[in-house]
């Protein structure tokens, strides 16, 4: 079973920058980044394959959030840039993706969870 340990979460102004860490304990073809808030559902955010596979963004996010991974740290990270009230979310780490675009019912592995709160 992989297990997945995100970091990085917190509190920042509108228009700020986080960097999330998800540190895995094993490889696996697929990792992305997933987000809820409360009362809605879990949506995806970015998702990442293997290389030479496009890295796929929700709309909301696009140009604001880059996904990459760290194959020697079995790492991946989500820099945050420019951040909006509306990203306000607990973010999960996700592995295994068995759907292209990533979808929450199709996840293998789950992180516990890191908050980031975006004040206006």
């Known amino acids: 079973q992989v297990q997945l340990v995100e970091s990085g979460g917190a509190s920042v102004q509108t228009g700020g920058s986080l960097k999330l860490s998800c540190a895995a304990s094993?490889?696996?073809?697929?990792m992305g980044w997933f987000r809820q808030a409360p009362g809605n559902e879990r949506e995806a955010v970015a998702g990442?394959?293997?290389?030479?596979?496009?890295?796929w963004y929700a709309d909301s996010v696009k140009g604001r959030f880059t996904i990459s991974r760290d194959t020697a740290k079995n790492t991946v990270y989500l820099q945050m840039n420019n951040l909006e009230p509306d990203d306000t979310a607990m973010y999960y780490c996700?592995?295994?993706?068995?759907?292209?675009?990533?979808?929450?019912?199709?996840?293998?592995?789950w992180g516990q969870g890191t908050q980031v709160t975006v004040s206006s």
């Open positions: 996700a592995a295994g993706l068995k759907t292209w675009p990533p979808r929450s019912d199709s996840v293998s592995y």
């Open positions: 094993a490889w696996t073809v697929t």
């Open positions: 990442a394959r293997t290389e030479g596979v496009p890295t």
